[in-house]
């Protein structure tokens, strides 16, 4: 049974329920790992619309050059119409051409405040704009309420609102992983005071993931090569975060900061580019360490808006509408440019200034859960109300 069909067949045998829940994936244990680019990063100059000559004349200074096999800066192609950074060369576009990775253009939220924290609280709430916001609630936890033999995390350094719901979640940053700051003495201590009371099981839980997180690095860093060079940053977290949803997690978010671009965001170089490339390292690396896990694996990456499609006078890129969503794995149906799409030029701009929004973000997650899991219509309505699923053929 090849990749693709092994996802099928577990999507298909997940009818089953338990008590109003559906089994999460009846033997491959399905996984997946949302990660959040936090700042708005700049997706058209990162999977880049070749096809309009509008693009070069907006970005007099940003644009990446039309790919060129003499030129190392110039951009790769993905087909006729679409073009990937160069800083991906060696990360991203192997997993797309194996068809393992998919970009989706013009998605995103109707949400048109153009505020981070505004926008980013909309993506992670997942709830009906313009209704009262509940902030106990965030679309992952209402997932993993849907889910059986769910085993969530969050790689973060506070507690998402993602996660926010009726069952905590466990949260851990993994970037500067050190020794646990309380030592097992003080762990008893604490659990002690709580023991018998309400918080008595979060408690322990929240130490028994803290101890398996740090004796799953620290057995690692024991067998890692003499001399090699140490990863670093999100690339360092994206083997760590692998190794653990080998492991011992099946549904994970992780968010990376530093994609807001206002000024000298740079080219085919630069400080955007350093950005791309890392996190082209760090998912990269995450399919390494997954191992054959990878073939039942889903790695969405999302960003609350995109940014204007025109530079602007500081060389950077300002607050902006519709994105670029990836959708990475080994039973993704990749390889391709999925999704609604219209020509990225001056006459199809929204409000004269950015991407629109073709592809709404429920939907198409709402289309992938239920491939994915196999949840039906009641599941897929508890998760995100009042949502179509948009079905684009990604698994």
Do not use: C
């Amino acid at each position: 049974m090849n990749r693709r069909a092994l996802l099928r067949g577990a999507a298909a045998l997940a009818g089953g329920t338990v008590s109003g829940r559906v089994w999460a994936a009846p033997k491959a244990d399905a996984r997946l790992l949302v990660v959040f680019l936090r700042g708005a990063y700049d997706a058209a100059n990162v999977v880049i619309p070749t096809g309009s000559d509008f693009y070069y004349r907006a970005r007099p200074t940003l644009a990446i050059a039309r790919p060129d096999a003499a030129d190392p800066a110039a951009a790769l192609a993905l087909d006729a119409d679409w073009i990937l950074h160069p800083a991906l060369r060696d990360t991203i576009l192997p997993l797309f051409a194996k068809g393992q990775a998919a970009f989706v253009p013009f998605a995103g939220t109707s949400d048109l405040t153009r505020s981070h924290f505004e926008t980013q609280d909309t993506i992670e709430l997942g709830q009906t704009l313009g209704e009262s916001r509940n902030y106990q609630s965030g679309f992952m936890a209402r997932l993993a309420s849907e889910l059986t033999r769910v085993r969530p995390i969050a790689f973060t350094e506070q507690s998402p609102l993602i996660f926010r719901g009726p069952d905590p979640v466990p949260n851990i940053a993994l970037a500067g992983l050190g020794k646990a700051g309380i030592d097992e003495r003080q762990a008893r201590l604490i659990s002690a005071m709580y023991a018998g009371g309400p918080l008595a099981g979060a408690v322990n839980e929240g130490f028994r993931v803290r101890d398996e997180v740090y004796r799953t690095v620290s057995d690692h860093q024991a067998q890692a090569d003499r001399g090699a060079v140490s990863p670093k940053g999100f690339e360092l977290a994206a083997r760590r975060i692998g190794r653990l949803m080998r492991d011992q997690f099946n549904l994970g978010f992780v968010d990376v900061g530093g994609w807001d671009t206002h000024v000298n965001q740079g080219a085919a170089a630069g400080y955007l580019a350093d950005r791309v490339s890392e996190l082209g390292r760090g998912l990269a690396g995450f399919t390494q360490e997954i191992g054959g896990a990878w073939n039942d694996t889903v790695v969405v990456v999302v960003s609350e808006f995109g940014r204007t499609f025109r530079e602007n006078g500081s060389r950077g890129t300002d607050h902006g509408h519709g994105s670029v969503y990836w959708v990475l794995g080994g039973g993704v149906r990749g390889g391709r440019i999925a999704g609604p799409q219209v020509r990225a030029d001056e006459a199809h701009l929204f409000q004269n200034r950015d991407y629109p929004v073709l592809t709404d973000y429920r939907a198409m997650l709402a289309g992938l859960f239920q491939r994915l899991y196999g949840l039906d219509a009641a599941s897929l309505g508890r998760i995100f109300a009042g949502v179509a699923p948009s079905d684009l053929g990604l698994i």
